[in-house]
């Protein structure tokens, strides 16, 4: 299979920074869409891939899953894409397209476990694959994303994971006209759902352990904060949501926002705390839900891309260089970002 040497930025263990290093591409095979990457999101998941928090990282690890770029070259039998277009290309890039959840568009939940954009199996050139903190990347044409012209490329990127990841339960759920929807955490996923659940139609309310964020939730679409500190106000709210999407990765009581559920109302979990303690009576009185989502299968992240396209919906970013990402990293940890950073790629070329 053809090649070619490819610039991109990754750590060599988790204990070095990211740094310069040469990786291999492919070139394009008749299914594949060859793309030159212009922006690339980073994702509180890159931080923990890169460190070997998971357990499971392989080196070199080169990071990014929330990838835009303009096509560069096709396959012979490629007829969803063509050289120019700007495209995207999110978490996943294979899956084993044969069982029941990938026949039923949930590739995300793959048996045969989807081969992620970075740390997965290459099935091509055997090894692992590299993600978007590099010049280019090649991807099967099923897994390539089409992204509306009239959203900015740099803000769109983030839609690729923080995006899916909050509209998937988000539609799971029914949110929309009528329906309470609390988010619980004003960060790179719970500003992207408090986005996502108004332009749905639901009526939202943001939580928050800082004051100083109501005015921020207000600009995002929120039309009530509360402060989850405040004890009369959170007892104000016993049994009064449909649905509440939890997406605050450190430890946290789950139980006070589950009291805020109705009967058969749902709590979602999107973010990953590494241990989570739920008292049962507040699931079986009255009859509520607990459970988690995981990004989207294609087809419905290209229905996300389309919709936030209609409703003009894209992340509020800080654009890095390349150069940058070391010392991003140590700022996303202290929540020092609003909200999301992406990567300006052609700083990696400069």
Not at 54 to 75: K, S
Not at 82 to 100: A, F, H, I, L, T
């Amino acid at each position: 299979m053809e090649t070619t040497n490819t610039k991109a930025f990754g750590n060599p263990s988790a204990e070095k920074p990211l740094e310069n290093m040469t990786i291999q591409r492919r070139r394009a095979t008749p299914h594949d869409v060859e793309i030159d990457i212009l922006y690339c999101g980073v994702c509180h998941s890159d931080v923990h891939q890169a460190r070997n928090e998971w357990h499971n990282t392989i080196y070199p690890c080169v990071p990014g899953h929330e990838i835009i770029g303009r096509v560069t070259a096709i396959g012979n039998h490629v007829k969803k894409f063509k050289v120019g277009q700007m495209v995207g290309v999110g978490c996943m890039v294979d899956s084993c397209r044969e069982c029941e959840p990938c026949k039923n568009d949930l590739e995300q939940f793959c048996e045969s476990f989807p081969t992620f954009s970075y740390n997965g199996p290459d099935k091509h050139l055997g090894g692992h694959t590299f993600g978007g903190y590099s010049e280019n990347i090649t991807v099967d044409e099923s897994f390539v994303l089409r992204i509306p012209e009239n959203l900015d490329l740099a803000a769109a990127a983030p839609l690729l994971c923080a995006g899916i990841t909050t509209y998937s339960p988000l539609k799971k759920w029914k949110a929309g006209p009528g329906k309470k929807v609390g988010v619980v955490g004003i960060g790179g996923l719970g500003h992207m759902a408090i986005k996502i659940a108004k332009a749905m139609g639901a009526t939202v309310t943001a939580f928050t352990t800082s004051p100083a964020k109501t005015e921020e939730a207000k600009r995002l679409g929120a039309d009530q904060i509360i402060i989850s500190k405040d004890e009369e106000a959170m007892a104000n709210i016993y049994k009064s949501f449909d649905l509440i999407i939890d997406a605050v990765a450190a430890p946290h009581d789950v139980n006070v926002y589950l009291n805020a559920l109705k009967l058969d109302g749902a709590m979602v979990m999107v973010g990953l705390p590494e241990v989570v303690d739920v008292a049962p009576f507040n699931l079986v009185l009255p009859r509520r839900i607990f459970t988690g989502s995981l990004i989207g299968g294609i087809a419905e992240t290209q229905e996300m891309l389309d919709f936030c396209g209609a409703h003009n919906i894209t992340a509020d970013i800080e654009m890095i260089n390349m150069a940058d990402i070391n010392d991003a990293y140590e700022r996303m940890l202290k929540s020092d970002v609003r909200y999301r950073f992406v990567i300006d790629m052609t700083s990696l070329k400069a």
